[in-house]
């Protein structure tokens, strides 16, 4: 069956630190790999998406890389910030005939940066 | 652009009865998705409307629910009979057909509790 595996337990760390969190996946092959953020009582927002004929993607102090060999993305947070605290989603896109572009979500890793 | 908005954002209701929310999509986007998300869970699909068809309603999406779009425009998801497991947060994203399409954006969400 297909998985989207996130980093099951929450990333401490400290402001200034550069945070990284992984996704993997088994048994698909996405065309589109996307993050999102999550506040609680939030709606996810859309941070980043990556091809998968890319290898890194950057936006400020995000990046994002993607190896469709490992099955494996890389979400990192350069100069991090109390404010980045939050549950990050890793989010795959398969093309199918009539879903249109919905999402197959991971759970999410909690991030906790402290000051 | 006000984003996506739903209503109501919170909702509790007993077992058995009928409940029903409502999505406002950014304006001009024709792709409309509704999301199910329980606690320590990521977002998980459950339909897909393009302009007014429903075009793909995922196997969670049992005989009880019930989406609509009349006109293209604002969505209604429909619970009959509630139950317990029904408890979630349900969570309306748009995207466009432009360049974008890939970017869903995500309302706020509606919390429901079945007591």
């Known amino acids: 069956s297909q998985k989207i595996e996130q980093n099951s337990e929450a990333l401490n760390i400290q402001e200034g630190k550069t945070a990284t969190l992984t996704c993997n996946y088994t048994?698909?092959?996405?065309?589109?790999l996307q993050w999102y953020r999550q506040d609680p009582g939030r709606g996810p927002v859309f941070l980043l998406l990556?091809?998968?004929?890319?290898k890194e993607k950057r936006k400020e102090r995000l990046k994002v890389t993607f190896d469709t060999t490992l099955k494996q993305s890389l979400f990192h947070i350069t100069a991090s910030q109390p404010a980045d605290s939050a549950t990050y989603l890793c989010a795959l896109v398969g093309l199918k005939r009539n879903s249109g572009y919905a999402l197959n979500f991971g759970k999410g890793t909690s991030l906790l940066v402290t000051p | 652009d006000t984003g996506v908005s739903q209503n109501p954002r919170h909702k509790i209701t007993k077992r058995g009865q009928n409940v029903t929310f409502r999505c406002d999509p950014i304006?001009?986007?024709?792709?409309l998705y509704w999301y199910r998300q329980t606690l320590g869970q990521g977002p998980e699909f459950l339909t897909y409307f393009q302009n007014e068809a429903q075009l793909e309603k995922s196997r969670l999406l049992s005989d009880r629910f019930s989406a609509e779009r009349p006109k293209g425009s604002f969505s209604t998801l429909e619970i009959q009979r509630t139950e317990q497991g029904d408890s979630a947060m349900y969570l309306c994203?748009?995207?466009?057909?432009?360049?974008?399409?890939?970017?869903?954006?995500f309302g706020p969400g509606t919390r429901l509790t079945v007591t």
């Open positions: 048994n698909y092959s996405p065309a589109y």
């Open positions: 994203a748009s995207s466009s057909k432009g360049g974008t399409k890939w970017e869903q954006y």
């Open positions: 990556i091809r998968e004929n890319e």
């Open positions: 304006s001009e986007h024709n792709r």
